[in-house]
């Protein structure tokens, strides 16, 4: 692992990986959290709107070139940050790498291409709602909370994103895509002077002012059960949200332990209660989203119309008796569950594109690349921090219910 970082103040996170394949992700601090109150959406119409063309190169040319060098590659809003991202053959990755520094350093942000954009986004969001469970977790967000930005969406809303204009559009670029907020992340088989020098080729030129100071906005939660009808459901849907922003590092990680037991897998307590002993549920399970702006703990369950009730009322029970077992968390628990849990994450950054979105967003987010790489070593966990915790934050939840008439 190299870590370094250009003249003009870009982080550059580099790995070495045997292979024939390169990843890199560029990202920026200029998701959903930095739009202002009027604004929602136009994060994501930044995103859109980079790729339709450059000084250099049209829309047609970067399509037919990222399909002729890339494996893969996307681009990404989150509600923290915006990724951009691509695989390909380390013989080709300077020219891949170059296409994005191109989308990215040198859009035109032409009046043609924005219109069409704002209409494929309007269709977007027309979408974004056909799968229940997220559209339970929107109608979460917005019911649990009062100002902050998850209570809309990412993508924004009809009547915000048909008031985006094209200066708005070059107003956000300019404030948000510089150097200063900029983290590069490569996994490749190249050596890192060879990367370094791509890097400094394209990037090294980039010099946007960047004075734009961003404060995470947190507020307790609305406590409540909220119903919202959809009359194409056959079956309901549920989930729980628990904030998390008052825990600090080491406790997001004990709470990690405690998810892996209460509500992860097959042979959670959550699943053995409310699907194997009772059959109210197909699937339940519960998360842990510790992204900046977000932080919550959730547990999301699907059930009959006929069960709602009686689902809730295990799940409350269930929280509360856990709050004071004892023995669950004893140290030969603790290390298998650490173990378990660093599997998953080898597996999850196995890939090598994978690694490097996790590289980019966690330098974003925490300034840190820590947790990427070896979370738990160095962490003195016993059974009374974890309860500790626990009770810390399982209590006055928020719950959404989407349900059939």
Not at 201 to 208: D, T
Not at 386 to 396: A, F, P, Q
Request: hydrophobic letters at 35%; aromatic letters at 12%.
């Amino acid at each position: 692992m190299i870590e370094y970082k250009l003249s003009n103040g870009i982080d550059i996170q580099y790995i070495k990986r045997n292979g024939n394949i390169s990843s890199f992700c560029i990202g920026f601090n200029a998701g959903a959290l930095v739009e202002k109150e009027n604004e929602f959406g136009l994060a994501h119409a930044v995103e859109h709107m980079v790729f339709k063309g450059t000084q250099n190169r049209t829309e047609e040319e970067i399509n037919k070139l990222s399909d002729e060098i890339f494996g893969f590659h996307n681009a990404m809003t989150n509600y923290p940050y915006v990724i951009y991202y691509g695989t390909t053959l380390s013989c080709d990755f300077k020219k891949g790498f170059e296409i994005y520094s191109d989308i990215i350093l040198n859009p035109i942000f032409s009046k043609e291409g924005f219109k069409e954009e704002m209409d494929v986004i309007l269709e977007e969001l027309k979408e974004w709602k056909d799968e229940p469970y997220q559209e339970c977790e929107d109608e979460l967000y917005y019911n649990s909370f009062n100002s902050r930005r998850i209570k809309e969406l990412i993508i924004g809303n009809e009547k915000s994103i048909k008031n985006i204009r094209l200066g708005d559009i070059k107003r956000f670029y300019k404030e948000h895509y510089a150097p200063q907020n900029c983290v590069i992340s490569v996994v490749s088989s190249l050596e890192f002077e060879e990367v370094l020098q791509i890097a400094n080729e394209y990037f090294n030129a980039f010099n946007n002012d960047y004075t734009y100071i961003h404060k995470e906005k947190y507020e307790d939660n609305n406590e409540g059960v909220f119903h919202k009808i959809r009359k194409d459901l056959n079956g309901a849907k549920i989930e729980y949200c628990f904030p998390i922003d008052m825990l600090n590092e080491e406790e997001i990680k004990l709470l990690k332990i405690f998810n892996f037991i209460f509500g992860e897998g097959t042979s959670s307590i959550l699943y053995d209660e409310i699907r194997t002993k009772n059959g109210l549920v197909y699937d339940i399970s519960s998360s842990i989203k510790n992204e900046s702006g977000i932080k919550l703990f959730t547990i999301k369950l699907g059930t009959s119309i006929h069960n709602i009730n009686k689902a809730i009322e295990l799940i409350n029970h269930k929280i509360e008796e856990i709050k004071g077992i004892k023995g669950i968390f004893n140290k030969k628990n603790i290390s298998k569950i650490i173990k378990s849990l660093n599997l998953k994450k080898e597996l999850s950054i196995e890939r090598s594109i994978q690694l490097t979105k996790q590289l980019t967003t966690h330098k974003i987010m925490y300034n840190s690349i820590d947790n990427v790489f070896n979370e738990f070593s160095n962490l003195e966990i016993n059974e009374e921090k974890i309860l500790r915790v626990i009770n810390k934050i399982l209590k006055s939840p928020s719950i959404q219910v989407l349900r059939p008439e």
